[in-house]
């Protein structure tokens, strides 16, 4: 009687192992590969350093951005050796005359500052390291290398001014540390794919350990070769920080963020608006848009947009009441626009929901649309397919700075529901 398949093991997508029934009546686990010292080293690797049920459980640019994520972390690590070597020796290790009562103080306020900075760092802008962590998480690399320079230059000053020195570094590895792992958390719950986002920032933590150990025994060999060296110190240095940057730039440009921020909705709706007025169907995928993003300058608007913001901003007197009701008719939010500090406002009704932010950031981009297209004044642009789109052109090119009427016209135009339906 032949040996028949009882079942199959699987690991995600891969066959592991196969049960088969013998002929005795019993059952017979047989391994998919033949070579099992390879198939055991490969799977307690995939089983240390990556998630349950990778490649299905996270998403597909997971490993893209681990790997260059590694290698930011194995140049960290030389960079922090470095860094180190020169605050020792700044503090007077190896000086007769440092006392340990001066580096206990200067360490004391290094840690004061570094609190108190990593207080006024949150409270003023954690709001936007979620819907920006990419630029935020490529901003936090940039500052960890601009204070492991400050470290390095230490030793180049009189000491007293090593205190400030310890303290300005300090401050800046605080805000490394709130933004660097606010912006991971965001990444995480990119990445996990099965409300497994425990599981993925463990395995994260694992394969940074790794790195760093691996960075900590090149260090060991490194460090007295260059000790006494400035030059061979400063070559290793900015030879790590370019592969530093490089790497981490490779990072985030690696990810593909599902969700919209302001950034990727610009890009979406710009390009959307160009295709409509050019009569061509289409809308970006993630794929294509999240490569434009720009992770490193701001980007460029025509105006800024203000979502959430106070009465207040839009409401100057009783007549811009009457406007702003009869300009955001039937709506679950307010809109106002304000030509000359460059601001598009918009007030949120309790009730507003999902699709009324994003109906409010959508008026938004046809506004800064129509404003584009009036200051290239691309001939072949003007003929509008969209009526309200045209005439919103026609108001930005009349010349000369936009009254209070006109900016509620702008609104009102923009705020063409039915029109708006039929481009979408």
Same mark, same amino acid.
């Given at each position: 009687?032949?040996?028949?398949? &009882?079942?199959?093991?699987?690991?995600?997508?891969?066959?592991?192992?196969?049960?088969?029934?013998?002929?005795?009546?019993?059952?017979?686990?047989?391994?998919?590969?033949?070579?099992?010292?390879?198939?055991?080293?490969?799977?307690?690797?995939?089983?240390?350093?990556?998630?349950?049920?990778?490649?299905?459980? &996270?998403?597909?640019?997971?490993?893209?951005?681990?790997?260059?994520?590694?290698?930011?972390?194995?140049?960290?690590?030389?960079?922090?050796?470095? #860094?180190?070597?020169?605050?020792?020796?700044? #503090?007077?290790?190896?000086?007769?005359?440092?006392?340990?009562?001066?580096?206990?103080?200067?360490?004391?306020?290094?840690?004061?500052?570094?609190?108190?900075?990593?207080?006024?760092?949150?409270?003023?802008?954690?709001?936007?390291?979620?819907?920006?962590?990419?630029?935020?998480?490529?901003?936090?690399?940039?500052?960890?290398?601009?204070?492991?320079?400050? !470290?390095?230059?230490?030793?180049?000053?009189?000491?007293?001014?090593?205190?400030?020195?310890?303290?300005?570094?300090?401050?800046?590895?605080?805000?490394?540390?709130?933004?660097?792992?606010?912006?991971?958390?965001?990444?995480?719950?990119?990445?996990?794919?099965?409300?497994?986002?425990?599981?993925?920032?463990?395995?994260?933590?694992?394969?940074?350990?790794?790195?760093?150990?691996?960075?900590?025994?090149?260090?060991?060999?490194?460090?007295?070769?260059?000790?006494?060296?400035?030059?061979?110190?400063?070559?290793?240095?900015?030879?790590?920080?370019?592969?530093?940057?490089? *790497?981490?730039?490779?990072? &985030?440009?690696?990810?593909?963020?599902?969700?919209?921020? !302001?950034?990727?909705?610009?890009?979406?709706?710009?390009?959307?608006?160009?295709?409509?007025?050019?009569?061509?169907?289409? &809308?970006?995928?993630?794929?294509?848009?999240?490569?434009?993003?720009?992770?490193?300058?701001?980007?460029?608007?025509?105006?800024?947009?203000?979502?959430?913001?106070?009465?207040?901003?839009?409401?100057?007197?009783?007549?811009?009441?009457?406007?702003?009701?009869?300009?955001?008719?039937?709506?679950?939010?307010?809109?106002?626009?304000?030509?000359?500090?460059?601001?598009?406002?918009?007030?949120?009704?309790?009730?507003?929901?999902?699709?009324?932010?994003?109906?409010?950031?959508? %008026?938004? +981009?046809?506004?800064?649309?129509?404003?584009?297209?009036?200051?290239?004044?691309?001939?072949? %642009?003007?003929? *509008?397919?969209?009526?309200?789109?045209?005439?919103?052109?026609?108001?930005?090119?009349?010349?000369?700075?936009?009254?209070?009427?006109?900016?509620?016209?702008?609104?009102?135009?923009?705020?063409?529901? +039915?029109?708006?339906? !039929?481009? %979408?």
């Amino acid at each position: 009687m032949a040996d028949t398949m &009882v079942c199959r093991e699987t690991y995600g997508s891969h066959t592991e192992g196969r049960y088969v029934k013998q002929w005795d009546g019993s059952i017979k686990r047989t391994e998919r590969n033949k070579d099992a010292t390879f198939t055991g080293i490969r799977t307690f690797v995939r089983d240390v350093f990556l998630p349950l049920g990778y490649p299905e459980s &996270v998403s597909e640019d997971y490993m893209s951005y681990q790997l260059w994520d590694t290698l930011q972390a194995f140049c960290s690590t030389i960079i922090g050796t470095l #860094a180190t070597h020169a605050m020792l020796k700044g #503090a007077g290790v190896g000086d007769e005359t440092a006392t340990a009562t001066a580096a206990t103080i200067t360490w004391l306020l290094k840690d004061g500052t570094s609190m108190t900075g990593r207080i006024m760092f949150a409270w003023y802008n954690s709001s936007n390291l979620d819907c920006d962590c990419k630029k935020w998480r490529l901003f936090a690399d940039i500052l960890n290398d601009t204070a492991f320079c400050v !470290q390095i230059l230490a030793p180049a000053f009189s000491r007293s001014l090593y205190t400030l020195i310890a303290c300005i570094s300090g401050l800046c590895f605080a805000i490394v540390g709130l933004v660097g792992g606010a912006t991971r958390a965001a990444l995480t719950m990119h990445q996990a794919r099965r409300n497994n986002m425990a599981d993925v920032s463990a395995k994260d933590g694992s394969q940074e350990t790794m790195v760093n150990l691996a960075g900590l025994l090149v260090s060991l060999m490194i460090t007295p070769i260059v000790a006494g060296h400035t030059s061979l110190t400063w070559s290793l240095f900015l030879l790590a920080v370019t592969m530093h940057i490089y *790497a981490n730039f490779r990072a &985030v440009k690696s990810v593909v963020m599902e969700t919209l921020n !302001q950034a990727r909705f610009h890009i979406v709706c710009q390009a959307f608006l160009d295709c409509n007025q050019q009569q061509i169907n289409g &809308v970006m995928n993630p794929a294509v848009v999240n490569p434009l993003e720009p992770v490193i300058w701001s980007q460029t608007r025509p105006f800024t947009l203000h979502l959430g913001v106070q009465l207040s901003r839009l409401l100057q007197s009783s007549p811009d009441l009457d406007e702003c009701l009869h300009s955001n008719d039937k709506e679950h939010y307010l809109m106002g626009f304000n030509n000359r500090k460059g601001e598009i406002n918009v007030v949120l009704h309790h009730n507003a929901t999902a699709e009324d932010v994003i109906k409010a950031c959508f %008026q938004a +981009e046809i506004i800064m649309f129509a404003k584009k297209q009036a200051s290239e004044n691309h001939p072949i %642009q003007r003929q *509008a397919p969209s009526h309200f789109v045209k005439d919103l052109i026609d108001v930005f090119t009349n010349g000369g700075p936009l009254s209070n009427a006109e900016c509620w016209q702008v609104i009102r135009l923009a705020n063409q529901t +039915e029109c708006i339906a !039929q481009m %979408q």
